[in-house]
C-alpha cells in the first residue's frame, strides 16, 4: 500500500512513497519533486452528468505517479493536510478542489448534492461534490482552518458552499438563498447550506472554488 504522509506547517506538501507497481492519482500541475524512478502519465475519469443537463458526459484529469520512489505534491495554499482511509464499498463526500490525491484502486465521480435558482434568474445552480469510494487511501487539504462537526440526528449547521470541506453521504442538505432589501443592496444575494444529522461535516475557513474540467 502506498504511503501517504505530510510534511510542512504553514504551506505543507503531501509525501508518497511508492513501492513498484503501485499508482496513485494526484491533482494535475502539483509535483513538486519526484525521484527519477517514478512514472508520470495522466489519466482521464468520465461519468454521467450527475445534474441530469447537457453536456451529459462529464471528465476530469488527474495525473498518475506510478512506482517505485518517492514524489511530493503541494497546491501551495495556506491549510493542513489531511489523509484519509476507506474500506471496501465505503464513500466519502469532499470539495473536489481540495482533494490532493487519491489511490488508484478508488474510484471517482462528482454527485450534485443539491439545486437552487438565484431570485430573478431562472438558471438552475447545482452544489456539487466529488465522491471516493474505497477501498484505498486519499489525501485533501483544507483553506485555512478547519472545523468538525459531528452532528446527532436533528442537528443542523449552516455554512456557506464553498466552505463546505467534507461530510458522510446521505445526510440531509438544503440549500437557500439570502439577501436583497431591505437589509442587504437590492442585488445582492448568496446561497446557504443546511446541513442534518446525523453525521460529521467539515468546515474550513477559506473559500474554494471549483468547476468540473470538462464535458463532452
Known amino acids: 500500500m502506498p504511503k501517504f504522509d505530510h ?3 504553514v504551506s505543507p506538501s503531501l ?11 494526484v491533482r494535475v500541475d502539483s509535483v513538486r519533486y519526484r525521484d527519477p524512478t517514478i512514472a508520470v502519465d495522466r489519466v482521464k475519469y468520465t461519468y454521467p452528468n ?18 517505485p520512489g518517492t514524489a511530493t505534491v503541494s497546491t501551495g495554499i495556506v491549510g493542513e493536510v489531511r489523509l484519509g482511509q476507506l ?22 465521480d462528482l454527485v450534485a448534492l443539491a439545486s437552487y ?51 458522510t453521504p446521505g445526510m440531509p442538505l438544503r440549500v437557500s438563498v439570502f439577501g436583497g432589501s431591505p437589509h442587504f443592496p437590492p442585488l445582492h444575494y448568496f446561497p ?13 475557513s477559506g473559500r474554494l472554488l471549483y468547476a468540473p474540467g470538462g464535458g463532452e
Open 50 to 67: 450527475p445534474s441530469g443537463r447537457i453536456p451529459r458526459t462529464l471528465w476530469h484529469y488527474f495525473e498518475s505517479l506510478d512506482g
Open 192 to 204: 446557504l447550506v443546511d446541513v442534518t444529522g446525523p453525521g460529521t461535516v467539515l468546515v474550513h
Open 117 to 167: 435558482s438565484m431570485p430573478r434568474s431562472l438558471i438552475a445552480h447545482y452544489l456539487m461534490a466529488a465522491r471516493l469510494t474505497g477501498p484505498g487511501s486519499f489525501a485533501y487539504q483544507t483553506h485555512g482552518n478547519a472545523l468538525t462537526f459531528a452532528l446527532k440526528p436533528g442537528e443542523t449547521i449552516r455554512t456557506d458552499p464553498a466552505s463546505l470541506l467534507s461530510l
Open 7 to 9: 510534511v510542512g506547517d
Open 15 to 25: 509525501l508518497l512513497e511508492l513501492a513498484p507497481r503501485e499508482r496513485v492519482l
Open 87 to 108: 474500506g471496501p464499498g465505503q464513500s466519502v463526500l469532499l470539495h473536489g478542489a481540495a482533494l490532493l490525491a487519491h489511490e488508484a484502486t478508488m474510484s471517482f
